[in-house]
């Protein structure tokens, strides 16, 4: 296998973390660059791990300055880019639609930009993959998958800044040539995610017996993936993905988010040794998040076929695995929870409760 050397973009959020983690293990001749802003989502802590390793080094960069990509593209001979920095959470995006078009939209045309100047039509042996979500297709009822055919209708300021970025990396490849590959992956959950999602959200609020706010029936459908499958999914496809291909990566696990929490405090009992059903007690109901999406399902049949993967955990392993992780990092939890949270959370829940 030819070396890389391979920049990877908001390495110090949820998945490109684990992305790092993954790639660096896996392939000690390869040199990775972790660009990040550490934004309130970035967090140095999430690649300690990683810090020592002689194919690992961070720069500190926001994916919309040009002339800061640029140098690093200067620098370091960069073959290949994995880009995964973005605003990523939908109840933000309805509160501050602006920054999601800046990160999302305008910096990826950057880093598009970047990559292009840099290669100066010199394609071979370089690629541009674009880390998207099966958010940019819309919302489904009750039947039916997203395929990679499946028209994108985006309806939060979140996934339509995504479906914009998309839309530039296809036009990057299309005008340019600029070898591209995007995937769009479903919900994903585990290690190191930002408690202002769902899962850890529910995970740090029962371990503070703090009420689950659930938002409006709590009958909305999400495909739950453990994030390091969807690393392993990244892998497959930046080695064996087809140039200007789009990839469908999910679960095939999709939980009504009602019969999820249930999941959680049931877990969550278990492991606190709380009785049975009292986590369940601090289930609230709360006013629906505006234009609620009803249900996303990933159609996962091309990745499967044309690259062998598939995911590797049960639901229920995975959820205990990432409980015990919350509760044996509950320093970890602390430092995000600390700050600038307890005013998001104040924001996000005071209207709500
Ligand atoms: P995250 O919010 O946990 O991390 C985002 C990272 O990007 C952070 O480290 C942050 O500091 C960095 N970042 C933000 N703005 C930046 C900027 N202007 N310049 C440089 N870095 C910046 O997000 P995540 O959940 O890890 O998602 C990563 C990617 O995967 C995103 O593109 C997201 O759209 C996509 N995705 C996420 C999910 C999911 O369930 N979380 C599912 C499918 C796809
Ligand atoms: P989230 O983790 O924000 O992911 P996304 O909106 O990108 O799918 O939310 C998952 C589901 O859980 C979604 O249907 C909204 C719902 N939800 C709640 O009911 N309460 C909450 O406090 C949060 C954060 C989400």
Not at 5 to 23: C, E
Not at 61 to 70: C, H, P, S, Y
Not at 187 to 213: A, D, S, V
Not at 318 to 334: M, P, Q, S
Request: include cysteine.
């Amino acid at each position: 296998m030819t070396s890389k050397t391979i920049l990877v973009t908001g390495g110090a959020g949820f998945i490109g973390s684990h992305v790092l983690r993954l790639l660096v293990n896996r392939y000690a001749d390869y040199s990775f660059i972790n660009l990040d802003a550490l934004t309130y989502a970035g967090n140095l802590a999430n690649v300690a791990d990683l810090e020592k390793r002689d194919n690992y080094s961070f720069v500190k960069a926001d994916v919309t300055d040009l002339d800061a990509i640029r140098k690093i593209f200067a620098v370091y001979p960069i073959d290949t880019v994995i880009h995964l920095a973005a605003e990523s959470h939908v109840d933000r995006s309805i509160e501050d639609p602006l920054v999601f078009v800046r990160t999302n939209v305008v910096g990826t045309a950057t880093m598009l930009q970047a990559a292009r100047e840099a290669w100066k039509g010199n394609f071979g042996g370089k690629l541009f993959y674009h880390v998207s979500t099966d958010e940019v297709y819309g919302s489904l009822g009750e039947t039916g998958y997203f395929t990679e055919e499946t028209d994108y209708d985006p309806r939060s300021p979140y996934s339509a800044s995504k479906a914009g970025s998309d839309h530039l990396v296809r036009a990057w490849h299309h005008t340019y040539g600029l070898p591209v590959v995007i995937s769009n992956c479903s919900n994903n959950y585990g290690p190191y995610q930002f408690p202002e999602k769902l899962i850890p959200l529910f995970i740090n609020n029962i371990r503070h017996e703090k009420p689950l706010p659930v938002y409006g029936k709590g009958l909305n459908v999400r495909d739950w993936l453990y994030v390091e499958d969807h690393a392993r999914a990244i892998d497959a496809i930046l080695h064996g993905g087809r140039v200007g291909e789009t990839y469908n990566i999910g679960g095939g696990n999709e939980w009504r988010n009602i019969d999820l929490a249930r999941v959680i405090c049931r877990t969550m009992d278990e492991k606190l040794g709380r009785e049975r059903g009292s986590s369940e007690e601090l289930i609230s109901y709360v006013p629906d998040r505006a234009g609620h999406d009803m249900r996303y399902a990933i159609d996962a049949t091309k990745v499967r076929e044309e690259l062998g993967w598939a995911p590797s955990l049960q639901f229920e392993e995975g959820i205990a695995k990432t409980v015990d992780w919350y509760l044996e990092n509950e320093e970890w939890l602390r430092s995000v929870t600390s700050g600038a949270y307890q005013d998001y959370y104040q924001t996000m829940y005071q209207n709500r409760s």
